[in-house]
Protein backbone atom coordinates (compact mmCIF):
# COMPACT_ATOMS: atom_id res chain seq x y z
CA UNK A 1 0.00 0.00 0.00
CA UNK A 2 1.52 3.41 -0.93
CA UNK A 3 1.66 5.77 1.85
CA UNK A 4 -0.88 8.59 2.61
CA UNK A 5 -0.34 11.73 1.13
CA UNK A 6 -0.46 14.92 4.02
CA UNK A 7 -2.36 17.86 3.29
CA UNK A 8 -2.84 21.52 4.17
CA UNK A 9 -5.90 23.52 3.75
CA UNK A 10 -5.69 27.32 3.37
CA UNK A 11 -9.25 28.84 3.47
CA UNK A 12 -11.76 28.17 5.71
CA UNK A 13 -15.01 28.28 3.46
CA UNK A 14 -16.97 26.28 1.29
CA UNK A 15 -14.09 25.85 -0.94
CA UNK A 16 -11.88 24.90 1.83
CA UNK A 17 -14.49 21.83 3.02
CA UNK A 18 -14.80 20.71 -0.26
CA UNK A 19 -11.11 20.45 -0.97
CA UNK A 20 -11.09 18.29 2.51
CA UNK A 21 -13.65 16.24 1.85
CA UNK A 22 -11.71 15.42 -1.13
CA UNK A 23 -8.47 14.77 0.27
CA UNK A 24 -10.14 12.41 2.73
CA UNK A 25 -11.68 10.48 -0.11
CA UNK A 26 -8.67 10.11 -2.07
CA UNK A 27 -6.86 8.71 1.47
CA UNK A 28 -4.99 11.73 2.42
CA UNK A 29 -4.30 12.69 5.38
CA UNK A 30 -5.49 16.42 6.05
CA UNK A 31 -2.85 17.26 9.17
CA UNK A 32 -3.98 20.99 9.69
CA UNK A 33 -6.08 24.17 8.35
CA UNK A 34 -5.31 27.90 8.31
CA UNK A 35 -7.99 30.74 7.83
CA UNK A 36 -8.05 34.06 8.02
CA UNK A 37 -6.91 34.49 11.41
CA UNK A 38 -6.25 31.85 14.36
CA UNK A 39 -9.83 31.76 15.93
CA UNK A 40 -11.42 30.59 12.54
CA UNK A 41 -9.05 28.74 12.18
CA UNK A 42 -9.44 26.75 15.25
CA UNK A 43 -12.96 26.64 14.84
CA UNK A 44 -12.79 25.11 11.25
CA UNK A 45 -10.16 22.60 12.33
CA UNK A 46 -13.48 21.24 14.95
CA UNK A 47 -15.42 21.73 12.47
CA UNK A 48 -14.10 19.41 9.99
CA UNK A 49 -11.69 17.53 12.89
CA UNK A 50 -8.84 18.41 11.71
CA UNK A 51 -6.12 18.14 13.71
CA UNK A 52 -4.17 21.30 13.28
CA UNK A 53 -5.43 24.80 13.65
CA UNK A 54 -2.15 26.60 11.54
CA UNK A 55 -1.63 30.61 13.16
CA UNK A 56 -1.07 31.70 9.34
CA UNK A 57 -1.10 30.25 5.59
CA UNK A 58 2.60 30.59 6.01
CA UNK A 59 2.81 28.11 8.65
CA UNK A 60 0.85 26.22 6.88
CA UNK A 61 2.82 26.43 3.99
CA UNK A 62 6.53 25.71 6.37
CA UNK A 63 4.49 22.30 7.99
CA UNK A 64 7.23 20.01 7.25
CA UNK A 65 4.88 17.18 7.53
CA UNK A 66 2.59 18.56 4.75
CA UNK A 67 3.28 17.21 0.72
CA UNK A 68 0.33 18.99 -0.64
CA UNK A 69 -0.75 22.35 -0.39
CA UNK A 70 -4.27 23.22 -1.39
CA UNK A 71 -5.47 26.87 -1.38
CA UNK A 72 -9.17 27.52 -1.09
CA UNK A 73 -8.41 31.87 -0.30
CA UNK A 74 -10.03 34.49 -2.30
CA UNK A 75 -8.69 35.20 -5.93
CA UNK A 76 -6.26 38.04 -4.74
CA UNK A 77 -4.09 36.13 -2.36
CA UNK A 78 -3.38 32.70 -4.99
CA UNK A 79 -0.46 34.73 -6.40
CA UNK A 80 1.83 34.85 -2.97
CA UNK A 81 0.11 31.84 -1.28
CA UNK A 82 1.02 29.58 -4.44
CA UNK A 83 4.33 31.03 -5.30
CA UNK A 84 5.65 29.86 -1.84
CA UNK A 85 3.96 26.75 -1.79
CA UNK A 86 5.82 25.69 -4.72
CA UNK A 87 9.13 27.55 -3.47
CA UNK A 88 8.41 25.22 -0.07
CA UNK A 89 8.89 22.21 -2.21
CA UNK A 90 5.05 21.60 -1.79
CA UNK A 91 2.57 20.42 -4.65
CA UNK A 92 0.02 22.80 -4.97
CA UNK A 93 -3.85 22.47 -5.80
CA UNK A 94 -4.40 26.24 -6.41
CA UNK A 95 -8.54 27.10 -6.75
CA UNK A 96 -9.37 29.27 -9.64
CA UNK A 97 -8.74 32.06 -11.04
CA UNK A 98 -4.60 30.72 -10.62
CA UNK A 99 -3.98 34.83 -10.23
CA UNK A 100 -5.52 38.00 -10.98
CA UNK A 101 -3.38 39.15 -13.50
CA UNK A 102 -1.99 36.80 -16.61
CA UNK A 103 1.67 38.03 -15.58
CA UNK A 104 1.11 36.78 -12.25
CA UNK A 105 -0.71 33.42 -13.72
CA UNK A 106 2.87 33.08 -15.79
CA UNK A 107 4.90 33.32 -13.23
CA UNK A 108 3.04 30.54 -11.57
CA UNK A 109 3.45 28.45 -14.00
CA UNK A 110 7.47 29.62 -14.62
CA UNK A 111 7.59 28.25 -10.70
CA UNK A 112 5.54 25.05 -10.99
CA UNK A 113 8.03 23.88 -13.82
CA UNK A 114 10.80 24.94 -11.97
CA UNK A 115 9.92 22.91 -8.93
CA UNK A 116 9.53 19.79 -10.48
CA UNK A 117 6.17 19.61 -8.22
CA UNK A 118 2.34 18.58 -9.29
CA UNK A 119 0.05 22.20 -9.98
CA UNK A 120 -3.54 21.70 -10.10
CA UNK A 121 -6.52 24.13 -10.69
CA UNK A 122 -9.90 22.62 -10.41
CA UNK A 123 -11.61 23.20 -13.42
CA UNK A 124 -13.67 20.13 -12.22
CA UNK A 125 -16.42 20.19 -14.77
CA UNK A 126 -13.77 18.53 -16.61
CA UNK A 127 -14.58 15.74 -14.50
CA UNK A 128 -18.07 14.87 -15.26
CA UNK A 129 -18.61 11.70 -17.30
CA UNK A 130 -20.65 13.00 -20.22
CA UNK A 131 -18.29 15.18 -20.33
CA UNK A 132 -15.95 12.46 -21.04
CA UNK A 133 -17.98 11.47 -23.20
CA UNK A 134 -18.60 14.62 -25.17
CA UNK A 135 -15.00 14.72 -25.99
CA UNK A 136 -14.94 11.25 -27.06
CA UNK A 137 -17.71 12.13 -29.68
CA UNK A 138 -15.93 14.81 -30.98
CA UNK A 139 -12.58 12.09 -31.15
CA UNK A 140 -13.81 9.52 -32.65
CA UNK A 141 -15.20 11.59 -35.69
CA UNK A 142 -19.35 11.23 -34.53
CA UNK A 143 -19.71 14.76 -34.30
CA UNK A 144 -17.55 15.45 -37.62
CA UNK A 145 -16.25 18.58 -38.56
CA UNK A 146 -16.86 21.45 -35.90
CA UNK A 147 -19.90 24.23 -37.50
CA UNK A 148 -20.79 26.23 -34.39
CA UNK A 149 -20.22 26.23 -30.54
CA UNK A 150 -22.70 27.84 -28.36
CA UNK A 151 -23.62 28.16 -24.86
CA UNK A 152 -23.90 29.87 -21.46
CA UNK A 153 -23.29 29.99 -17.80
CA UNK A 154 -25.91 31.13 -15.74
CA UNK A 155 -26.51 31.74 -11.87
CA UNK A 156 -28.79 33.91 -9.80
CA UNK A 157 -27.05 34.07 -6.46
CA UNK A 158 -26.21 37.63 -6.96
CA UNK A 159 -29.47 39.13 -8.33
CA UNK A 160 -30.66 41.05 -5.48
CA UNK A 161 -29.25 44.52 -4.66
CA UNK A 162 -28.49 43.26 -1.12
CA UNK A 163 -26.84 40.16 -2.12
CA UNK A 164 -22.49 40.66 -2.16
CA UNK A 165 -19.60 38.53 -1.72
CA UNK A 166 -15.82 39.18 -1.27
CA UNK A 167 -15.49 38.66 -5.06
CA UNK A 168 -18.09 41.27 -6.39
CA UNK A 169 -14.72 43.61 -4.55
CA UNK A 170 -12.45 43.88 -7.26
CA UNK A 171 -9.85 44.41 -4.57
CA UNK A 172 -9.93 40.34 -3.32
CA UNK A 173 -11.37 38.92 -6.45
CA UNK A 174 -9.88 40.60 -9.65
CA UNK A 175 -10.82 42.97 -12.23
CA UNK A 176 -12.80 40.15 -13.56
CA UNK A 177 -15.74 39.00 -11.06
CA UNK A 178 -18.26 36.86 -13.26
CA UNK A 179 -16.15 36.13 -16.68
CA UNK A 180 -13.49 35.17 -14.38
CA UNK A 181 -15.58 32.76 -11.59
CA UNK A 182 -17.70 31.13 -14.52
CA UNK A 183 -16.77 31.58 -18.03
CA UNK A 184 -13.12 30.77 -17.13
CA UNK A 185 -14.70 27.46 -16.40
CA UNK A 186 -17.17 27.30 -20.15
CA UNK A 187 -13.85 28.32 -21.98
CA UNK A 188 -11.81 25.55 -20.29
CA UNK A 189 -14.60 23.06 -20.86
CA UNK A 190 -15.00 23.84 -24.36
CA UNK A 191 -11.55 24.04 -25.65
CA UNK A 192 -10.80 20.77 -23.63
CA UNK A 193 -13.53 18.81 -25.03
CA UNK A 194 -13.84 20.37 -28.75
CA UNK A 195 -9.80 20.54 -29.02
CA UNK A 196 -10.17 23.78 -30.39
CA UNK A 197 -8.64 27.01 -29.41
CA UNK A 198 -10.08 30.50 -28.89
CA UNK A 199 -7.38 32.68 -31.22
CA UNK A 200 -9.82 35.96 -30.99
CA UNK A 201 -12.65 37.51 -29.09
CA UNK A 202 -15.08 40.21 -28.70
CA UNK A 203 -16.76 40.71 -25.41
CA UNK A 204 -18.95 42.95 -23.66
CA UNK A 205 -19.23 43.31 -19.72
CA UNK A 206 -21.92 45.12 -17.80
CA UNK A 207 -22.84 45.67 -14.20
CA UNK A 208 -26.86 45.38 -14.21
CA UNK A 209 -26.77 46.27 -10.24
CA UNK A 210 -24.98 49.40 -9.94
CA UNK A 211 -24.92 49.38 -6.15
CA UNK A 212 -24.18 46.79 -3.25
CA UNK A 213 -23.25 47.37 0.36
CA UNK A 214 -20.10 46.92 1.35
CA UNK A 215 -18.29 44.18 1.92
CA UNK A 216 -17.04 43.41 5.46
CA UNK A 217 -15.57 39.96 5.86
CA UNK A 218 -12.28 39.40 6.43
CA UNK A 219 -9.78 38.35 4.21
CA UNK A 220 -10.80 34.79 3.73
CA UNK A 221 -13.06 33.92 6.47
CA UNK A 222 -16.57 33.45 4.68
CA UNK A 223 -18.34 30.29 5.49
CA UNK A 224 -20.98 30.12 2.33
CA UNK A 225 -20.53 31.37 -1.54
CA UNK A 226 -24.08 33.01 -1.05
CA UNK A 227 -23.99 36.24 0.29
CA UNK A 228 -21.52 36.84 3.24
CA UNK A 229 -20.69 39.80 6.20
CA UNK A 230 -21.79 43.21 4.50
CA UNK A 231 -22.94 46.29 6.21
CA UNK A 232 -25.72 48.83 5.76
CA UNK A 233 -23.82 50.96 3.64
CA UNK A 234 -23.83 50.48 -0.28
CA UNK A 235 -21.54 51.35 -2.75
CA UNK A 236 -20.52 50.93 -6.32
CA UNK A 237 -19.71 47.89 -8.25
CA UNK A 238 -17.12 48.07 -10.95
CA UNK A 239 -16.88 44.14 -11.70
CA UNK A 240 -19.42 43.25 -14.20
CA UNK A 241 -22.43 41.04 -13.56
CA UNK A 242 -23.05 39.77 -17.03
CA UNK A 243 -21.36 39.23 -20.36
CA UNK A 244 -21.39 37.99 -24.03
CA UNK A 245 -18.74 37.09 -25.92
CA UNK A 246 -18.50 36.31 -29.37
CA UNK A 247 -15.09 33.94 -29.59
CA UNK A 248 -13.31 32.21 -32.89
CA UNK A 249 -11.14 29.49 -32.71
CA UNK A 250 -7.61 29.21 -34.21
CA UNK A 251 -9.31 26.55 -37.14
CA UNK A 252 -12.03 29.67 -37.62
CA UNK A 253 -15.31 27.47 -35.63
CA UNK A 254 -17.39 30.34 -34.13
CA UNK A 255 -18.16 30.44 -30.88
CA UNK A 256 -20.73 32.05 -28.34
CA UNK A 257 -21.02 32.64 -24.93
CA UNK A 258 -23.09 34.20 -22.27
CA UNK A 259 -22.36 34.75 -18.75
CA UNK A 260 -24.55 35.82 -15.83
CA UNK A 261 -25.04 36.12 -12.40
CA UNK A 262 -28.28 37.39 -12.14
CA UNK A 263 -30.09 35.25 -13.95
CA UNK A 264 -32.76 34.54 -11.72
CA UNK A 265 -34.21 31.12 -11.33
CA UNK A 266 -30.37 29.64 -12.69
CA UNK A 267 -28.36 28.61 -10.22
CA UNK A 268 -25.63 26.59 -11.65
CA UNK A 269 -26.74 26.33 -15.50
CA UNK A 270 -23.46 25.73 -17.41
CA UNK A 271 -24.71 24.85 -20.70
CA UNK A 272 -22.52 23.69 -24.44
CA UNK A 273 -23.68 22.84 -28.02
CA UNK A 274 -20.70 22.03 -30.09
CA UNK A 275 -22.27 21.26 -33.28
CA UNK A 276 -20.71 19.65 -36.16
CA UNK A 277 -21.39 18.08 -39.43
CA UNK A 278 -22.57 15.04 -38.07
CA UNK A 279 -24.04 15.71 -35.24
CA UNK A 280 -24.02 18.18 -32.66
CA UNK A 281 -23.94 17.43 -28.72
CA UNK A 282 -25.45 19.05 -25.49
CA UNK A 283 -24.51 19.04 -22.29
CA UNK A 284 -25.58 20.74 -19.10
CA UNK A 285 -24.07 20.58 -15.75
CA UNK A 286 -27.56 20.49 -14.26
CA UNK A 287 -28.68 17.56 -15.98
CA UNK A 288 -25.02 15.65 -15.80
CA UNK A 289 -26.02 12.28 -16.43
CA UNK A 290 -27.34 12.46 -19.43
CA UNK A 291 -25.79 13.82 -23.19
CA UNK A 292 -27.94 15.28 -25.79
CA UNK A 293 -26.32 13.94 -29.31
CA UNK A 294 -28.36 15.14 -32.48
CA UNK A 295 -28.82 13.97 -35.72
CA UNK A 296 -30.71 14.84 -38.77
CA UNK A 297 -32.18 11.78 -38.86
CA UNK A 298 -32.51 10.69 -35.34
CA UNK A 299 -31.42 12.20 -31.75
CA UNK A 300 -29.95 10.24 -29.07
CA UNK A 301 -29.93 11.13 -25.50
CA UNK A 302 -26.94 8.83 -24.04
CA UNK A 303 -27.35 8.21 -20.40
CA UNK A 304 -24.29 7.22 -17.88
CA UNK A 305 -23.76 4.63 -17.45
CA UNK A 306 -20.33 2.63 -16.31
CA UNK A 307 -20.57 -0.71 -18.80
CA UNK A 308 -21.18 1.79 -21.92
CA UNK A 309 -18.84 4.60 -23.57
CA UNK A 310 -15.64 5.99 -23.71
CA UNK A 311 -13.11 4.51 -21.58
CA UNK A 312 -13.16 8.02 -20.07
CA UNK A 313 -16.61 7.62 -19.07
CA UNK A 314 -16.55 3.85 -17.69
CA UNK A 315 -13.24 5.22 -15.86
CA UNK A 316 -15.62 8.46 -13.88
CA UNK A 317 -18.77 6.55 -13.63
CA UNK A 318 -18.48 5.44 -9.80
CA UNK A 319 -21.60 5.04 -9.14
CA UNK A 320 -24.18 2.10 -11.34
CA UNK A 321 -26.25 3.84 -14.26
CA UNK A 322 -29.37 5.71 -12.36
CA UNK A 323 -27.83 6.94 -8.99
CA UNK A 324 -27.00 10.08 -9.72
CA UNK A 325 -23.35 11.79 -9.63
CA UNK A 326 -22.62 15.43 -10.03
CA UNK A 327 -20.35 18.34 -8.70
CA UNK A 328 -19.58 16.35 -5.43
CA UNK A 329 -17.95 13.04 -7.87
CA UNK A 330 -16.29 15.83 -10.10
CA UNK A 331 -14.45 17.34 -7.61
CA UNK A 332 -13.48 14.51 -6.06
CA UNK A 333 -11.99 12.56 -9.00
CA UNK A 334 -9.83 15.81 -10.03
CA UNK A 335 -8.38 15.53 -6.19
CA UNK A 336 -7.74 11.90 -6.98
CA UNK A 337 -5.89 12.78 -10.01
CA UNK A 338 -4.05 15.30 -8.75
CA UNK A 339 -3.02 12.87 -5.77
CA UNK A 340 -2.56 9.96 -8.42
CA UNK A 341 -0.34 12.06 -10.45
CA UNK A 342 2.17 13.05 -7.10
CA UNK A 343 2.24 9.62 -7.12
CA UNK A 344 3.91 8.82 -10.62
CA UNK A 345 0.92 8.13 -12.53
CA UNK A 346 -0.43 9.68 -15.63
CA UNK A 347 -4.17 10.78 -15.67
CA UNK A 348 -6.12 12.16 -18.63
CA UNK A 349 -7.44 15.65 -18.65
CA UNK A 350 -5.86 16.57 -15.69
CA UNK A 351 -6.22 20.61 -15.34
CA UNK A 352 -2.95 22.07 -14.22
CA UNK A 353 -1.45 25.55 -13.77
CA UNK A 354 -0.42 25.65 -17.46
CA UNK A 355 -4.23 25.45 -18.07
CA UNK A 356 -5.09 28.48 -14.93
CA UNK A 357 -2.51 30.77 -17.36
CA UNK A 358 -4.74 29.85 -20.38
CA UNK A 359 -7.36 31.02 -18.20
CA UNK A 360 -6.12 34.07 -17.44
CA UNK A 361 -5.03 35.06 -21.11
CA UNK A 362 -8.81 34.46 -22.29
CA UNK A 363 -10.11 36.54 -19.26
CA UNK A 364 -7.36 39.68 -19.89
CA UNK A 365 -8.23 39.40 -23.42
CA UNK A 366 -12.10 39.71 -22.77
CA UNK A 367 -11.43 42.63 -20.53
CA UNK A 368 -9.46 44.55 -22.75
CA UNK A 369 -12.26 43.44 -25.92
CA UNK A 370 -14.89 44.73 -23.22
CA UNK A 371 -13.05 47.88 -22.47
CA UNK A 372 -11.73 49.18 -25.81
CA UNK A 373 -14.74 48.07 -27.75
CA UNK A 374 -13.10 45.80 -30.26
CA UNK A 375 -11.68 42.54 -31.36
CA UNK A 376 -8.81 40.90 -29.35
CA UNK A 377 -6.19 38.49 -30.18
CA UNK A 378 -5.70 35.32 -27.71
CA UNK A 379 -2.39 34.48 -27.16
C1 LIG B 1 -19.48 30.80 -7.58
O1 LIG B 1 -19.85 31.47 -8.74
C2 LIG B 1 -18.96 29.39 -7.90
O2 LIG B 1 -18.78 28.76 -6.65
C3 LIG B 1 -17.62 29.38 -8.65
O3 LIG B 1 -16.61 30.08 -7.96
C4 LIG B 1 -17.22 27.95 -8.92
O4 LIG B 1 -16.00 27.88 -9.60
C5 LIG B 1 -18.32 27.27 -9.72
O5 LIG B 1 -17.98 25.92 -9.91
C6 LIG B 1 -19.65 27.37 -9.02
O6 LIG B 1 -19.93 28.71 -8.67
Redesign the pocket.
Known sequence: MTESLHVAIIGAG??GAVHTRAARLAGATVCGIAASSEASAVEASARHAIPRAYRSAVEAIEDRAVDVVHICTPNASHFQLALAALEAGKHVVCE?PLATTERDASALVVAARKSGRVATI?F??RYHPMVREARALVQDGTVGALQLIHGSYL?D?LLGASDTNW?VDSAQGGASRAFA??GS?WCDLIEWVSGERFASVAAILQTTVARRPTHTARTFSSGS?STDSKSAATEAVVTEDVAGALLRTANGVLATLTIS?VSAGRK?RLWFEIDGARASVTFDQEEPERLWVGARDESRLLVRDPSRGSAEQRRLATLPAGHSQG?AQCFEAFVADTYATIRGETCIGLPTFEDGWRSARIVEAVLASSREGHWQAIH
Do not use: A, G, L, S
Request: aromatic share 18%; glycine share 0%.
Open positions: MMKPVYQWRDIHEQNY
